[in-house]
């Protein structure tokens, strides 16, 4: 029986790959990448031969690739999907073909690993029991500050990911759309650079106003709750 494997990989540090996907990443026939060249540094990382079918699959040819792979499905093959870093379907591609896999009956096992919304999450300090993940806010400013304002009156935890040329603007568009609020911005998380700062909105958002931040970032706001809000200076 075919089976459509989601395995997620590391997002910083190699050392984070399970025993598990290193067995699948050595057993499936085919592998679908949303960039080869990321995978094959996982492959060699580990010492692992590639698999017999090596193709891309990403935003730019889900369909195309997404028929390939149904094809290698229904015909017996089984197939791994991996994407640059973290799960497939997490703000990445995989959420297409996860779909499609499961109209036709096919099965699909997920290998799971690294996330870095979980693992900023944890490291925030703010509350874990409830919390909603908000992917990439939009780029326009007005779009921005009504994706936040969505959000305005929950009180759970909000995560984002952002580009690191656009923290500063989040930062700044959460602290005037939600109030000062408890947040922390995690930057590389599990690579050598890693850091954090938490903090007020207000106090970050001045942090990082110049834009100049290198690599991955995760933004975690707390929610509507008095214990992690103040009121503006008079």
């Known amino acids: 029986m075919s089976i459509l494997y989601l395995i997620s990989t590391p997002i910083g540090n190699l050392e984070d790959l399970t025993y598990r996907a290193v067995k699948v990443l050595g057993s499936v026939q085919a592998l ?12 060699d990382r580990y010492g ?70 979980i693992l900023a999450l944890t490291l925030s300090g703010l509350p874990v029991s409830s919390f909603t993940f908000k992917g990439f806010p939009p780029r326009k400013p007005g779009q921005l500050r009504n994706f936040l304002a969505a959000d305005a009156e929950a009180p759970h935890t909000l995560i984002f990911y952002e ?25 590389e998380l599990t690579k050598k650079f890693e850091r954090l700062r938490r903090g007020w909105l207000s106090e970050l958002a001045a942090e990082f106003a110049d834009g100049k931040v290198k690599g991955e970032v995760t933004v975690v706001i707390a929610g509507k709750n008095a214990k992690f809000m103040r009121e503006p200076a008079v």
Not at 71 to 83: F, I, K, M
Request: negative net charge; charged residues 20%; glycine residues 10%.
């Open 48 to 117: 692992i031969a590639a698999p017999p079918i090596l193709l891309s699959y990403h935003e730019h040819n889900e369909e195309q690739a997404g028929q390939r792979i149904l094809e290698l499905l229904e015909s017996g093959e089984s197939v791994g999907l991996c994407t640059n870093a973290g799960t497939p379907g997490i703000s990445d591609p995989g959420y297409r073909i996860i779909a499609a896999c499961i109209e036709r009956g096919i099965t699909v096992e997920a290998i799971p690993g690294p996330t870095a919304l």
């Open 163 to 187: 580009s690191p040329f656009r923290v500063g603007s989040l930062l700044a568009a959460a602290h005037e759309v939600l109030g000062d609020r408890k947040a922390a911005v995690c930057i």
């Open 32 to 43: 679908a990448c949303e960039d080869t060249r990321h995978t094959r540094i996982v492959l």
